[in-house]
C-alpha cells in the first residue's frame, strides 16, 4: 500500500498563495496520474486537480482554474499544489491520492490524514 503525507496547509488571508505538498512511500506512484482532491465537513470529498503520470497535462475543477496549478516530480515521489488567489471558499482539508478510479485499486485504495487548509481575514 502507497502511504501518502500530505503538508503545507495553514492559516491564510484572501489572496494569499499556499504550496501543498504529497510525500509518497514509493517510485511505484511515478507511473499513476496523480490528483488533488478536497473535503468539507458535512460535503462529500471534492476532485481538485490530476496530472498525468509523466507531469504534461494537468486538468482542474472550474472553481480553481486559472488559480491553481499541480505539478509532479517524479524523481522525489512527490505531487505538489500550488494556491495562488485563495478565497475562503478553498477552505478545507486537502488530499492526494491516484486520479479517479486509481484511488481505488492497488498500490491505492487508502486516503492520508490530509493538510488543513483555511482562509479567512
Known amino acids: 500500500q502507497v502511504q501518502l503525507v500530505e503538508s503545507g496547509g495553514g492559516l491564510v488571508q484572501p489572496g494569499g498563495s499556499l504550496r501543498l505538498s504529497c510525500a509518497t512511500s514509493?517510485?511505484?506512484?511515478?507511473?499513476?496520474?496523480m490528483a488533488w482532491y478536497r473535503q468539507v465537513p458535512g460535503k462529500q470529498r471534492e476532485w481538485v486537480a490530476a496530472?498525468?503520470?509523466?507531469?504534461?497535462?494537468?486538468a482542474y475543477t472550474d472553481s480553481v482554474k486559472g488559480r491553481f496549478s499541480i505539478s509532479r516530480d517524479n524523481t522525489k515521489n512527490t505531487v505538489y499544489l500550488q494556491m495562488n488567489s485563495l478565497k475562503p471558499e478553498d477552505t478545507a482539508v486537502y488530499y492526494c491520492?491516484?486520479?479517479?478510479?486509481?484511488?481505488?485499486?492497488?498500490?491505492?485504495?487508502?486516503w492520508g490524514q490530509g493538510t488543513q487548509v483555511t482562509v479567512s481575514s
Open positions: 496530472i498525468t503520470s509523466g507531469g504534461t497535462t494537468t
Open positions: 514509493g517510485s511505484t506512484v511515478s507511473i499513476y496520474p
Open positions: 491520492n491516484g486520479d479517479g478510479p486509481v484511488a481505488a485499486v492497488e498500490p491505492f485504495g487508502s
